[in-house]
């Protein structure tokens, strides 16, 4: 197996520019979780899916982030006018189940100039 | 609101001693997850408690999960080198549908 697989690895881009990171979860997990990982703020979820439906998106920090999962086995995570203090790793992960052990993709380190 | 609160935030210890982290929260926890990251990487599952006063170890490794499932410790004896990394604990509360909240890790440096 694979494992979970985000793209881009690494994202630079312009204050006010648009970035979409991109996810593949393990096939067959019915959970999928975004978290944003900052030496300030540490591990935070922002939002999480289970079985393509999203259930809790109240670590999303404004109106700015978007998360969508059209179908089992892709999702993406939006900042539509991203900002400096967007700067941060980007994980998602799957699981089995909502509560099992998550496993965690190798992250998108986002750059926001 | 929930929070796992975790302590050391840093630890640097001499390779062969033993290495401790703890996790504590003010409200009953259903479950306890730990998970280590390497520098550079992301964080990998290593164990989950579930029951009061739960006991599991990992050849060097041993996890406890307090009798009031409030608090969680992981100890490492004799570390090594490979050891290298920042662990987490991550809890899941009752009723939530929060998924797990993550303490704020601790990072273990281990010297030569």
């Known amino acids: 197996d694979a494992g979970v697989i985000q793209s881009p690895r690494h994202e630079v881009t312009e204050m006010g520019q648009e970035v979409t990171l991109r996810c593949k979860p393990i096939?067959?997990?019915?959970?999928l979780f975004w978290y944003r990982q900052t030496m300030m703020r540490g591990l935070e979820l922002l939002i999480y899916f289970n079985n393509n439906v999203p259930i809790d998106d109240s670590g999303m920090p404004e109106d700015r982030f978007s998360a969508k999962m059209p179908n089992a086995s892709f999702s993406t995570l939006k900042i539509q006018p991203s900002e400096p203090r967007d700067s941060a790793v980007y994980f998602c992960a799957s699981s089995l189940r909502k509560d099992n052990e998550q496993f965690f993709g190798p992250g998108t380190r986002l750059t926001v100039l | 609101g929930q929070q796992v609160m975790q302590i050391p935030q840093y630890q640097h210890v001499q390779e062969g001693e033993d290495f401790t982290t703890y996790c504590n929260s003010s409200t009953t926890l259903s479950n306890i997850q730990w998970y280590k990251q390497r520098p550079g990487g992301h964080p990998v599952f290593l164990i989950q408690?579930?029951?009061?006063?739960e006991v599991k170890k990992q050849k060097r490794l041993t996890f406890q999960f307090g009798e009031a499932k409030k608090n969680s410790s992981l100890h490492i004896t004799a570390t090594q080198t490979t050891d290298v990394g920042t662990y987490f604990c991550a809890g899941r509360y009752p009723g939530s549908a929060r998924q797990l909240t993550f303490g704020s890790g601790t990072q273990l440096t281990v010297l030569p």
């Open positions: 096939s067959g997990h019915n959970s």
């Open positions: 408690l579930v029951k009061s006063g």
